[in-house]
């Protein structure tokens, strides 16, 4: 059964005590582990279980800030950000309160930002770096089972269990699997220009998962992968197809970029003016569908749709 599933019929778990501490160490090695995640990471949300709770009351740092909780961490993010949020929330059968030390070095500290009386902390725009995190039990410094939840979709772990842990979406677009069409390595210059690759549009994942802009029906895996050296023209990518069909872009940096009708008709282009050095992954998507449709990928520096 996976965590997610546990927590929802688990009880509240012993009263466990440990020695006191005087004040909260970012730099101590987090009791839960050390989780290192890149913009569109699989596996969304990822989640930690853990006790929430410790000897050290949360108001310390900010009146804002509610519950107890431990001296050192109890779990560090490495995140490296691309244009996705970054959400933080709790799932527990205790009231539960959450704290986090952000790359800026600021404090976040939230009580009951996520259904029931479990917290939540949201960042519309996060930065690449360390966070720490500690999980509070609010008015106790006893020791509670719980689940920590990263996401970069939900803000609610506990309210997205009771929905049985699913979501309308089907997946997300997932950069780590192997592409469907091959992967080409080009250095700025490449002959011959277009690079082109015929292939097959559409799949089973909603692309608007990815946000608002997205749009169409992509597959699970990435179309195509391009690992490019750049210099100092533009890279267009852009779509050829009978069909309606779309652009979704992963750039070396984790940044999603989708595009719909730019390419002039239904086809779709993205023009990356200064590109960056490094992995591409490319998704064709039909729009409106999720059946596979005939279509061209173009990967360009002189031309642009």
């Known amino acids: 059964m996976s965590a997610l599933a546990r927590f ?20 101590l090695d987090p009791t839960y582990g050390t989780v290192n ?3 569109g990471f699989s596996d969304d949300p990822r989640l930690v279980e853990l006790s929430s709770g410790g000897q050290i009351e949360a108001s310390t740092i900010s009146s804002s800030c509610r519950g ?23 799932a527990s059968s205790a009231d539960t ?5 952000a790359p800026n070095g600021r404090w976040y500290c939230n009580d009951d930002g996520a ?16 966070y720490e995190v500690w999980v509070g039990t609010y008015g106790s410094s006893s020791l509670r089972t719980a689940v920590l939840g990263i996401s970069e979709l939900y803000d609610d772990i506990a309210e997205l269990a009771e929905s049985g842990g699913s979501s309308s ?21 490449f002959t011959p220009d277009p690079h082109r690759v015929r292939l097959q549009s559409g799949g089973s994942i909603d ?24 210099g100092r023209l533009p890279l267009n ?25 730019s390419g002039g008709g239904l086809n779709p282009a993205l023009l990356f003016d200064t590109p960056l050095s490094g992995q591409y992954d490319i998704w064709v998507g039909t729009y409106g569908s999720a059946r596979l449709e005939s279509a061209i990928l173009d990967i360009s520096e002189l031309y642009s749709n």
């Open 169 to 189: 979406s089907g997946g997300r677009p997932d950069f780590s699997l192997d592409p469907n069409y091959g992967t080409a390595n080009l250095r700025s210059g």
């Open 8 to 27: 929802s019929v688990a009880a509240a778990a012993a009263t466990i005590a440990f020695a006191p501490a005087s004040a909260q160490n970012v730099n």
């Open 37 to 39: 995640l890149r913009a």
């Open 68 to 90: 107890y909780i431990a001296n050192a961490p109890d779990v560090r993010v490495n995140y490296s950000a691309g244009s996705l949020p970054l959400l933080f929330s709790v």
């Open 115 to 130: 259904s029931g009386l479990n917290p939540s902390i949201r960042f519309d725009n996060p930065s690449s770096g360390r």
């Open 207 to 230: 692309a608007s998962v990815l946000g608002s802009p997205c749009r169409g029906y992509v597959s699970r895996a990435p179309d195509y992968r391009v690992n490019y050296t750049s």
């Open 97 to 101: 309160t959450l704290v986090i030390n």
């Open 237 to 261: 990518i852009s779509v050829q197809s009978s069909s309606d069909t779309t652009l979704v872009v992963n750039d070396p940096n984790g940044n999603w970029y989708c595009d719909d009708d």
